[in-house]
């Protein structure tokens, strides 16, 4: 049983940071891609950033370079740093995982992802 937990959410100022955690358990190995998601009300799910399982990482193109995806080494969690926060940030963010070698975009579609979390709510107020 895979089970991907969330955490790290809040409410923010503009400008202001958060990081965002999730944890794995189950059959999640190191070979397995991660990304994290959002959705904000009223809107469709999309792709945030993807940590393929060889460390190369990815992003969409509205982070900007403001998000940093990483995993801890040692223990089986992934981190979403964000900085510089506007309230176009504010939804719930969500972790994914998946046993696919990543190439080109196909990652921001989550239709290709097998494994979600429950999410974890971001506000960010101006």
């Known amino acids: 049983q895979v089970q991907l937990v969330e955490s790290g959410g809040g409410s923010v100022q503009a400008g202001g940071s958060l990081r965002l955690s999730c944890v794995s358990s189950?059959?999640?190995?190191?070979?397995?891609?991660m990304a994290w998601f959002r959705q904000a009300p009223g809107k469709e799910r999309e792709a945030v950033a993807m940590?393929?399982?060889?460390?190369?990482?990815f992003y969409a193109n509205f982070v900007e370079g403001r998000f940093a995806i990483s995993k801890d080494r040692f223990t089986p969690t992934l981190y979403l740093q964000m900085n510089s926060l506007r309230p176009e940030d504010t939804g719930v963010y969500y972790c994914?995982?998946?046993?696919?070698?990543?190439?080109?975009?196909?990652?921001?579609?989550?239709?290709?992802?097998?494994?979600w979390g429950q999410g974890t709510q971001v506000t960010v107020s101006s």
């Open positions: 994914a995982a998946d046993y696919t070698d990543y190439t080109g975009s196909s990652w921001r579609s989550e239709a290709n992802w097998v494994y």
């Open positions: 940590r393929r399982a060889d460390g190369v990482t």
């Open positions: 189950g059959y999640i190995s190191s070979d397995y891609s």
